[in-house]
């Protein structure tokens, strides 16, 4: 029973161009939402986070956006940049349960030259 | 050092044997969490310890995982008569609090079982 869903699992995107990664979900109470950004052989990192109460965050070319309801959220990244190519992972945190973190499957973004 | 430090970085095994893999997680951080990535699917909890606090073992999958934190030290997560769904990469993460927003991850163990 996936909780967190990505749908997608690649995504190829020209440079410079906007890439949008989806995310969907299934528990209206998650508390927070966030995006881990993972390279080859290498842990996630932190990228981004959104709390549910708002609907968009933006961080330099980041920017997440929240519809609670439609239980979706996506990552934009405008403009893209070869150094963007990993795997992103969306994920969020249950009711009063900001320690835990329950993940997608990932979307794997390749920047196109 | 300044990062999550996980050994090994790979691992074979046979079916059936043990394996051990080992967290060395940043200094000061209390919190330390299991997870698992098994190929093509989405990062599994597993395992969660902060403080003295009795752990949270509730993404163990089966009694044959076990995981040991001394302190706000080192962890070691064993896999006993390791089957071949056991294959996957075991991350672990650490962080100051029990926050989800300050986790930083270890490369992984990227575990075989043949």
């Known amino acids: 029973d996936q909780q967190v869903k990505q749908n997608s699992p690649s995504l190829s995107v020209q440079e410079g161009r906007i890439s949008i990664l989806n995310c969907d979900y299934t528990n209206s109470m998650f508390d927070y939402f966030l995006w881990y950004k993972k390279y080859p052989a290498e842990g996630p990192t932190f990228l981004i986070s959104?709390?549910?109460?708002?609907d968009k965050n933006e961080d330099g070319r980041f920017t997440v956006f929240l519809n609670k309801s439609a239980k979706h959220l996506s990552l934009h990244i405008v403009p893209s940049q070869p150094g963007d190519s990993a795997v992103y992972f969306c994920?969020?945190?249950?009711?009063?349960?900001?320690?835990?973190?329950?993940f997608g499957k990932g979307t794997r973004l390749h920047i196109l030259p | 050092g300044a990062g999550v430090s996980q050994s090994p970085s790979n691992k074979v095994t046979e079916k059936g044997k043990d394996v051990e893999l080992r967290c060395d997680p940043i200094?000061?951080?209390?919190?330390l969490y299991w997870y698992r990535q098994r190929l093509g699917q989405g990062l599994e909890f597993l395992i969660y310890?902060?403080?003295?606090?009795?752990?949270?073992k509730s993404g163990l999958p089966s009694d044959r995982f076990s995981a040991e934190r001394t302190g706000e030290s080192v962890s070691t997560l064993t896999i006993q008569r390791t089957q071949q769904e056991d294959s996957a990469v075991y991350l672990c993460?650490?962080?100051?609090?029990?926050?989800?927003?300050?986790?930083?991850f270890g490369s992984g163990t990227r575990l075989t079982v043949v």
């Open positions: 200094s000061g951080h209390t919190a």
């Open positions: 994920a969020a945190t249950p009711p009063g349960r900001d320690d835990k973190i329950i």
């Open positions: 310890f902060q403080g003295n606090s009795a752990p949270d």
């Open positions: 993460a650490s962080s100051l609090v029990g926050g989800s927003l300050g986790y930083t």
């Open positions: 959104i709390s549910s109460i708002k």
